[in-house]
């Protein structure tokens, strides 16, 4: 299905201080000044939701967490919760990043249980698969990405807002990109196990496709067909960077 408008999200990872405000609000001016068709969010980390949540108030950029705890409240030393981020002033919230299941070991139904607990707080999930290059090299990764789909995505999702992102683990930070080919052969798979999951409620969220997205390759991945967005790690660091991307859409 082809998606009119799309949805780029930067994730910024762990990096950002208060200085680097001073992109997002460089990333806001520039789309007063010339306002996307698209939808474009800014994933800082967690300590600069609320200030950036005020300093982009009333513009077009949303804002989203990077992760959320699968319970609303409780003795979680450390955690943050989807109820906290949505007070903090996020939107959105990534679940399930590569770098969460490879390093603090979160499983499909670790996910599912956070995107229950994001929608339950009124927050649009991102919920990220992706195969590692082991399981692409062994042909692995329509299976490997469809068993993630299926056990990532909780019953609620059929009826609420939210997104996919497919990020091949080999594609994060290389400057290695799938073929548009593959990208596409993924992102069919990721829509037939939406389905497959959620019937009708998998028919539209869109699918993201993340990894070595860079202003100059962003014009022809988001052209593929089920490609519905973009979730942008290293370049969404920089507002020129970032704006490079959402022109292209
Ligand atoms: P890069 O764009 O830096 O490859 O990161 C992709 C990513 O992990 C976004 O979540």
């Known amino acids: 299905m082809k998606q009119s408008v799309k949805l780029i999200a930067g994730n910024w990872k762990m990096n950002g201080l208060s200085a680097s405000l001073a992109e997002a609000k460089a990333l806001r001016e520039a789309l007063d000044g010339e306002p996307s068709a698209h939808r474009v969010a800014l994933c800082p980390p967690a300590t600069l939701i609320a200030q950036m949540a005020w300093a982009l108030r009333g513009g077009a950029v949303e804002i989203g967490g990077q992760d959320c705890h ?100 080999w594609a994060i930070g290389t400057g290695l990109t799938p073929t548009l080919e593959q990208i596409e052969e993924v992102h069919r798979a990721v829509r037939a196990a939406m389905v497959e999951r959620l019937g009708q409620g998998g028919e539209t969220a869109p699918i993201l496709y993340g990894g070595s997205v860079k202003p100059d390759n962003a014009r022809d991945i988001l052209a593929v067909p089920e490609v519905g967005g973009a979730l942008v790690g290293g370049a969404s660091l920089k507002a020129a960077d970032f704006l490079g991307i959402v022109r292209a859409a």
């Open 70 to 169: 699968a319970k609303a409240s409780g003795a979680f030393t450390g955690s943050v919760s989807a109820p906290m981020l949505k007070d903090a002033g996020a939107g959105l919230v990534i679940v399930g990043h590569s770098e969460r299941r490879q390093g603090f070991g979160e499983t499909d139904a670790d996910v599912a249980a956070k995107t229950e607990a994001a929608i339950a707080a009124g927050l649009e999930p991102i919920v990220c698969v992706g195969e590692t290059l082991d399981q692409r090299e062994a042909g692995k990764a329509v299976e490997v990405v469809r068993a993630q789909v299926l056990g990532s995505l909780p019953d609620s999702a059929g009826t609420a807002a939210f997104a996919v992102a497919y990020e091949p683990v």
